[in-house]
């Protein structure tokens, strides 16, 4: 065995191997897949495809043959017999065609594995006589287990390769066919030994290296010829099988567009009728009859000209005198003029009966027509409904947002080309939510289906009214005259203020409303509903006054209100809010005891905002909770970075303190951020907790089991702090910035500050005072025993300088 790897690694090149190989594998793929043509072909084209695939695979056995002997190296210059090399062409050829006859033609497994075992012994022939043409002197030495093993190989490998083949696996035939014809060669080229043979020249002899490239160039390009062909035929057969299926798919479309026309005439739920060029009724379905006798058009005019047919079906649009008879006549001719010119016509006509029947006469080849009729009564009285659903409220039926900013776009073109005005009223119930929470929904229903009738009872031409979602509503007045209009809103107000009774209760009913007055107020539609809403809400802030018109120094202020709370919006997406820390020291000591942290908003186009300002207009637009969430976030993560563990406080706003979401964020952000609990301060006003005090001190106990403190802030200010302090255990309270102002001087202030701190001390709590301007103001702080001080003289609001604090530090350690 070491000596047969030994011989094939030493005395074989390894380019000419390959070429071997691949001229094996592509005659070995010629060879299988013209097989399969040939078990499919007929007649004459069967013998020709099997002598085809002989051809190429006899070529194929014969060139590798010889390129492998190219490959070999016995130490001599190799020479061939012209005759006996011929001959094994031949014989290569000849037996394999036999074995693809016997593949081809036989109907078992057992035939294919012989057909292809006789393309083995095909092999091990065409071998053994290209060795026998060899021109040398000496004998060649033969390993007769080794010849055995080498014809039973290529006999095996031949027999699974077309068992393979036949079954459909191409690829693995050939590969087993090029196996065969690769292993009976170079086994039996491991079977001769060369050692006791020597160059001799005899005539009639062939140069190797010629005769190795010869058959090379000559096999590959029959090969190629082989594959062309078989491509050829595939390429055939496919476009065969193609058109063979299309031909099918054809009948059987046309059979069953056929049977379809069959039951669409016998059974469709459309009238059919089909008309010659001269206008005559030539075919008509039963439902076509049905329509026409259900006219009271006798079954004489069935089968009569278009003209007549048309006059008898004109149902609602029957004319009555002689002038209208002509004019239909006319239409009548001008409709079968376009539809001699091609032309689709396609309309409505409602019937005596109340049906709405679609017509659509399309044009034919020869110049006849078809006519389609439709009951589409069903339809059209949807797409009423839809139509009247895309504009109407579906609670209370009156017009709907989309139907009044139509109604509104309408009236501003109209008070364009006219000398008329209009106003536009906004509308907005008043504690309607309370309705809703006490009564329930059902009840708040019943109160806005009862006021929707009221405002749309007798309105006049010119005169609008509209829900506009939830408990708004809109009204619109073109106008002459202020009387005009006087008189519309006075009727709104009073269908608005008024006694509605319910399944479940009698409800008082009342509203704000605001107008705003086209083109003094506004000159298109988005100013003039901004400017009435304005109006609108400043009635409902003042409840002495039901309407209010718009003013615009009085709105004014609420436009930039709700600017702001826009840009509130716009800074918290874009990252436009940022913090200052304002120190907090000992009094004793003066030793820093933490930072309080401030939010700052530089607002783009008026510059520096004070949180008074914004702080209560994030309240109103709720944008407080988001800034709040993102104030303890930042802050907590800025303080974990700090190179010193110092405490910050943080302000809680009442909005925030009323929601149970505040337990889940504080916990989150400490978890997210590293920060200590210990590390963390939350100030509440006394106002925020009197909201609703339960809840809140449910959620400060929540948080201060975290291990956060909390802090009471401007203490002293609120409406029962002594209570407040008793119904919670707080950590930290903060003096009012306001009883600092004069604490130096004015007894009355310094008696509520030294109250304060006797407070904290008996509770054990203790007390920072904000707002220390002053020395004076410090100094009654130390001697009254305040714990910790904050203010413009300890520290302005700023970022923190880290290296300015630890440079002292580490003076005073190196000290």
Same mark, same amino acid.
């Given at each position: ?98 074995? *693809? ?79 065969? *014809? ?66 099918? +798919? ?239 809103? +006075? ?96 009094? +004793? ?34 944008? *407080? ?84 403190? *909390? ?39 310094? +008696? ?64």
């Amino acid at each position: 065995m070491f000596a047969f790897v030994d011989f094939f690694l030493q005395q074989h090149d390894p380019r000419f191997v390959g070429l071997a190989a691949i001229v094996c594998l592509v005659a070995a793929y010629a060879c299988v897949s013209l097989l399969r043509h040939a078990r499919r072909a007929t007649g004459r084209m069967h013998v020709i495809w099997i002598g085809v695939a002989a051809l190429a695979v006899g070529l194929g056995i014969w060139a590798t043959h010889f390129i492998g002997m190219l490959a070999l190296r016995p130490g001599f210059t190799l020479s061939y017999d012209l005759l006996l090399t011929g001959a094994s062409l031949l014989i290569a050829i000849g037996i394999c065609g036999v074995g *693809i006859a016997m593949a081809a033609r036989g109907q078992s497994v057992a035939d294919q594995f012989l057909g292809g075992a006789v393309v083995g012994i095909a092999i091990s022939c065409m071998h053994y006589t290209g060795i026998a043409a060899l021109v040398m002197g000496g004998a060649i030495g033969w390993n007769t287990a080794m010849i055995a093993l080498s014809v039973i190989a290529g006999m095996l490998l031949g027999g699974l390769s077309f068992v393979a083949a036949m079954n459909g696996r191409m690829l693995t035939g050939a590969l087993l066919l090029t196996l065969a *014809i690769c292993a009976m060669h170079f086994t039996a080229m491991g079977a001769a030994d060369f050692s006791r043979c020597f160059p001799l020249s005899a005539g009639g002899e062939i140069d190797s290296g010629w005769l190795s490239g010869g058959v090379a160039l000559i096999s590959l390009l029959v090969l190629g010829a082989a594959f062309g062909s078989v491509l050829l035929d595939e390429a055939d057969r496919r476009r065969t099988q193609r058109e063979k299926e299309r031909q099918e +798919a054809d009948a059987a479309r046309i059979n069953e567009v056929t049977s379809l026309l069959e039951l669409a005439t016998t059974h469709m739920a459309q009238g059919l009728c089909l008309f010659d060029n001269s206008g005559h009724l030539r075919f008509h379905n039963q439902p076509a009859t049905d329509l026409i006798r259900a006219q009271g058009i006798g079954d004489d005019a069935v089968g009569g000209h278009f003209r007549d047919l048309s006059l008898a079906m004109q149902g609602a649009s029957r004319p009555n005198t002689t002038a209208e008879q002509q004019e239909a006549e006319t239409r009548i001719d001008e409709l079968i003029a376009g539809i001699a010119r091609g032309e689709v016509k396609d309309y409505l006509r409602t019937l005596d009966d109340g049906r709405i029947v679609r017509f659509v006469h399309r044009p034919i080849a020869d110049g006849g027509w078809v006519t389609t009729i439709d009951d589409v009564t069903d339809e059209q009285r949807s797409q009423a409904a839809i139509s009247h659903l895309a504009y109407h409220d579906p609670l209370t039926n009156i017009l709907n947002r989309a139907a009044f900013n139509e109604q509104l776009d309408h009236a501003l073109h109209t008070a364009g080309e006219t000398d008329q005005n209009f106003a536009v009223i906004a509308v907005d119930l008043d504690r309607f939510k309370e309705i809703n929470d006490t009564y329930g929904h059902q009840v708040g229903d019943q109160v806005l289906k009862a006021l929707a009738t009221r405002l749309s009872t007798g309105l006049k031409e010119g005169e609008v009214v509209a829900r506009l979602g939830g408990d708004e509503f809109a009204a619109l007045k073109m106008f002459t005259s202020m009387d005009a209009l006087r008189d519309f809103i +006075a009727r709104i107000e009073s269908a608005l203020f008024t006694r509605i009774e319910t399944d479940v209760v009698t409800v008082n009913s009342s509203a704000s409303i605001g107008v705003a007055i086209f083109p003094e107020d506004g000159g298109d539609r988005s100013r003039l509903l901004n400017n009435a809403d304005l109006a609108m809400y400043r009635a409902k802030a003042e409840f002495d006054r039901r309407t209010c018109y718009y003013e615009h120094d009085m709105d004014e202020h609420a436009r930039q209100r709700r600017a702001m709370a826009k840009d509130l919006w716009t800074a918290l997406e874009t990252n436009g809010f940022s913090l200052v820390y304002q120190v907090q020291k000992s009094v +004793a000591t003066d030793e820093i005891t933490g930072y309080e942290v401030l939010l700052r908003w530089s607002r783009p186009g008026h510059g520096m905002v004070s949180p008074a300002d914004f702080i209560p207009v994030a309240e109103e637009c709720g944008a *407080i909770t988001a800034i709040g969430t993102w104030v303890l976030r930042t802050a907590c993560r800025n303080a974990a970075s700090w190179p010193e563990n110092r405490k910050i406080a943080v302000n809680v706003s009442g909005v925030q303190l009323g929601s149970l979401d505040l337990i889940d964020t504080v916990r989150d952000v400490l978890t997210e951020t590293g920060l200590s609990p210990s590390l963390l301060e939350l100030e509440v006003t006394e106002t925020s907790i009197i909201a609703d005090k339960q809840r809140a001190l449910h959620i400060l106990r929540q948080i201060k089991a975290m291990g956060v403190s *909390i802090a009471i802030d401007d203490f002293g200010t609120g409406y029962s702090s002594l209570d407040t302090l008793r119904s919670f255990p707080f950590d930290k309270i903060k003096i009012d910035r306001s009883f600092m102002t004069e604490v130096d001087h004015d007894e009355q202030s310094k +008696a509520i500050v030294r109250a304060i701190l006797a407070l904290g001390r008996s509770l054990s709590v203790p007390v920072l005072a904000e707002g220390v301007e002053t020395c004076a103001q410090l100094e009654v702080l130390r001697v009254e025993g305040c714990s910790e001080a904050q203010g413009f003289l300890l520290g302005r609001p700023g970022e923190i300088d880290w290296e300015d604090l630890i440079e002292p530090m580490l003076g005073q350690m190196v000290v």
